[in-house]
């Protein structure tokens, strides 16, 4: 196998013209080629190496589709035919690494290693495997490039299923070619904890086939669940000095953010998983606490408990199955210099306005609606502002107060008094989103992405903002977008 010089690294940059009028059984056998990766680097720096290469079970994507027929994520792969040059297969998606880069530690200079995984249909003849990274304003450039022929004996054809693992079949609605195939995989679910998977299995199965836009389609999803046994129940709370062994290193506190759950340990998942077909990585962590995670085209994780959970679950499989972005912009979040001026994001709910004429979601928009759209956001940025001011003072108080030797009981009384005027604040301003005169319009609402300024999304509120108790679906703008990504699996 050859690596790439810097004559392949010229020819893969840019974008490489692709026509989706593949012949499958031309180029690909019904089978998956997996590719392991580590990727490495910082905010400036990135560096991929290889780690392994394997054939693995029947092809789960659609062989109608194997150019991906819209532009997501932060990377792009791309199959190409090392005679011919011609493309024969692309995907985009986004990594955690890809998330790292933008927080504090990677700005500074700290490397850091993640694992990946590339998956592609098995190639009849030798094909060069092309990764590019998107830039700031949204170009490729091509980073990686590896050629695998077929018939090298060093791809290894091992057989993964363990005999501990038990694969639970949920529903199978036929030819994975043309369904929407997921796994949920098990993690932090002890042999004790069996029955429990099963029924946690079978809840995020229903609520996600009861929830919109995939109710109507529910024929076209296969669900398999995954149980691999954990030696402990739980996950990792780094901030709480507790950690589990668990069979795939969930982690709540990941890039130092108290709620964001994430699953590092990539290779062990796809070894998990390896012995169903699946188009999209459902991680179900065995833990009652408020928090996910999710990322396209490369996992959602999401924790089973918290009175937030239904919200969790869809809001996170949202970002990883469709590339939703996060609309809300009041939370903390570890990443920096999210804003590129004159860029467009990729996503399809929330818009710069670099092009007010060619909205994305213009035909949409309700009839007679103002772009942009007044809603009364000063007076939601206030109570926001007052709740952060209240969470700023809860910390010093209980700082404060420890270190005058207060007994407990005195700091928890204060603290609770604090508690209470902030859960009274958080009410006040879910009541103002939930019941906006415009809560059912479509239109172009300042503060999205993160930011309170200069990106904007759809609707008041939706499922990527904040959950409200009649949301059936995720709004007109993001339904679109996740139909888009449902018939590209399946048509
Ligand atoms: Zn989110």
């Known amino acids: 196998m050859r690596l790439f010089n810097f004559y392949v690294l010229l020819l893969i940059s840019g974008a490489l013209s692709a026509q989706n009028n593949i012949d499958f059984d031309k180029f690909f056998i019904n089978q998956t080629l997996r590719v392991d990766f580590f990727h490495s680097g910082d905010a400036k720096t990135e560096f991929i190496s290889l780690d392994k290469i394997y054939k693995q079970g029947v092809w789960a994507g659609n062989p109608n589709q194997c150019i991906q027929p819209f532009e997501l994520g932060s990377y792009k792969l791309l199959v190409m035919d090392t005679l011919t040059s011609q493309i024969l297969y692309t995907k985009g998606y986004s990594t955690i690494f890809s998330e790292y880069q933008t927080t504090g530690p990677a700005m500074r200079g700290e490397k850091k290693t993640y694992h990946e995984t590339a998956l592609v249909p098995f190639p009849k003849k030798p094909i060069r495997l092309i990764i590019q990274k998107r830039a700031k304003d949204n170009s490729l450039a091509g980073i990686y490039s590896l050629v695998i022929d077929p018939a090298d004996y060093h791809i290894n054809t091992e057989k993964f299923n ?127 606490r408020y928090g996910g995670g999710g990322i396209f085209n490369f996992q959602t994780v999401f924790a089973t408990g918290s009175d937030k959970k239904d919200y969790v679950f869809l809001h996170e499989f949202g970002h990883a199955f469709a590339g939703l972005a996060d609309e809300y912009y009041t939370s903390q979040v570890a990443y920096q210099d999210i804003y590129t001026p004159g860029v467009e994001p990729l996503e399809a709910n929330i818009t710069a306005l670099v092009d007010t004429a060619n909205l994305k979601w213009k035909k949409l928009l309700s009839p007679g609606i103002k772009i942009t759209t007044d809603w009364g956001k000063d007076k939601f940025d206030s109570m926001n502002n007052t709740i952060d001011s209240l969470q700023s003072l809860r910390a010093a108080t209980i700082e404060q107060m420890q270190k005058a030797g207060k007994p407990k009981n ?30 059912d319009k479509v239109g172009v609402f300042e503060g999205a992405n993160y930011l309170s300024q ?38």
């Open 162 to 288: 363990l005999e501990s693992n038990e694969v639970v079949k949920i529903v199978n609605n036929g030819d994975p070619h043309h369904r929407v195939d997921l796994v949920i995989l098990g993690e932090g679910y002890t042999l004790a904890d069996r029955e429990k998977f099963k029924e946690d299995l079978k809840y995020y199965s229903n609520l996600l086939l009861g929830f919109e836009p995939y109710k109507t389609r529910k024929n076209l999803i296969n669900i398999n669940g995954v149980f691999a046994p954990s030696e402990e129940s739980g996950t990792d709370e780094p901030r709480q000095h507790i950690y589990r062994n668990t069979p795939f290193g969930s982690s709540f506190n990941t890039f130092d953010v108290d709620r964001y759950l994430t699953v590092e340990d990539n290779k062990a998942i796809h070894d998990a998983i390896a012995c169903v077909p699946y188009d999209a990585v459902l991680i179900m962590v065995n833990k009652d």
């Open 410 to 439: 005195e700091i928890d009384s204060k603290v609770n008094l604090i508690n209470k005027q902030i859960d009274e604040l958080y009410k006040k301003a879910d009541d103002f989103i939930f019941n906006h005169p415009l809560k």
């Open 454 to 491: 200069g990106y904007y999304r759809p609707t008041i509120n939706s499922i990527m903002l904040r959950f409200s108790p009649d949301q059936h679906s995720y709004g007109p703008v993001n339904d679109q977008a996740i139909i888009k990504i449902i018939e590209y699996y399946t048509q």
